[in-house]
C-alpha cells in the first residue's frame, strides 16, 4: 500500500531563515516523489520532483529535496524564507508501476513571519 | 500556452440538480484525473482516465461520473449533487501518469445548498 505523511499541519518562519517542510511516504514499489505548491486561489505548481535519479533534487525558488531511502522521507528545504513562499506545500507519492494512484499528503501550510 | 482549463471557476447549485465542471488540456496528455480538496484531507482523487475511453474510480468515485470521448476532455459529471459534495475540485492532466509532472486547473469551487 502507499501513503504519504506531511508531519506538520502548519509551520511558521520569519523572513529569511531556513525552511523545511517534512514528508514521509510508504510505497511498495519505487516510488516517484513530488512537491507541488499552492497559492491562495490557485491551481498546484510543480515545485520539483525525484524519480530515482539524483537523490537531491533542486527545484524552482530555491527549494531543494533529498530522498532519503532509508528514512523513507522526502522533506523540503529552502535556506532562506521569502514572504511570497506563504503558500500550502503538498508532497506527492506515485508508485512507479501503476499509474492509478497518485497520492497527495493533507499539506502543510507556510506561514512568513515579517 | 499549456493548459488546464475547468469551467466554471465557481457554481452554486441546489440539491439533486445535475451539474458538469468541464476539463480541457492542450498537451496531447494520455493521463486525467479530478480530485477534491477538502480542509485537513488534502487531495483526494475522484477518478482518473489512462486514455480516450479509458476510465477508472479513484478514492472517492461515490456521486460522480466522468467521460473521456476526446483526448483533450474530461468532465466531471454530479448526476445528483448532494451538500457533502460541497468542495474544491481540480482537473489534472499528465504525459502518462507514471513519473510525469501533473499540471492543474485553476479549480472549481462548488456549493450545494
Known amino acids: 500500500a502507499q501513503s504519504v505523511t506531511q508531519l506538520d499541519s502548519h509551520v511558521s518562519v520569519s523572513e529569511g531563515t531556513p525552511v523545511l517542510l517534512r514528508c514521509n511516504y510508504s510505497?511498495?514499489?519505487?516510488?516517484?516523489l513530488f512537491w507541488y505548491v499552492q497559492h491562495p486561489n490557485k491551481g498546484l505548481q510543480l515545485l520539483l520532483k525525484y524519480t530515482s535519479a539524483a537523490t537531491l533534487v533542486k527545484g524552482i525558488n530555491g527549494f531543494e529535496a533529498e530522498f532519503k531511502k532509508s528514512e523513507t522521507s522526502f522533506h523540503l528545504t529552502k535556506p532562506s524564507a521569502h514572504m511570497s513562499d506563504a503558500a500550502e506545500y503538498f508532497c506527492v507519492v506515485t508508485p512507479y508501476s501503476s499509474a492509478s494512484k497518485i497520492i497527495f499528503g493533507s499539506g502543510t501550510r507556510l506561514s512568513i513571519r515579517p | 500556452e499549456a493548459q488546464v482549463t475547468q469551467n466554471p471557476r465557481y457554481l452554486i447549485t441546489v440539491t439533486g440538480k445535475k451539474l458538469t465542471v468541464t476539463c480541457s488540456q492542450n498537451m496531447n496528455h494520455e493521463y486525467m484525473s479530478w480530485y477534491r480538496q477538502d480542509p485537513g484531507l488534502g487531495l483526494r482523487q475522484i477518478y482518473y482516465s489512462m486514455n480516450v475511453e479509458v476510465t477508472d474510480k479513484g478514492d472517492v468515485p461515490e456521486g460522480y461520473k466522468v467521460s473521456r470521448k476526446e483526448k483533450r476532455n474530461f468532465p466531471l459529471i454530479l448526476e445528483s449533487p448532494s451538500p457533502n459534495q460541497t468542495s474544491l475540485y481540480f482537473c489534472?492532466?499528465?504525459?502518462?501518469?507514471?513519473?510525469?509532472?501533473?499540471?492543474f486547473g485553476q479549480g472549481t469551487r462548488l456549493t450545494v445548498v
Open positions: 489534472a492532466s499528465s504525459l502518462t501518469g507514471v513519473n510525469t509532472e501533473a499540471f
Open positions: 510505497s511498495s514499489y519505487s516510488p516517484s
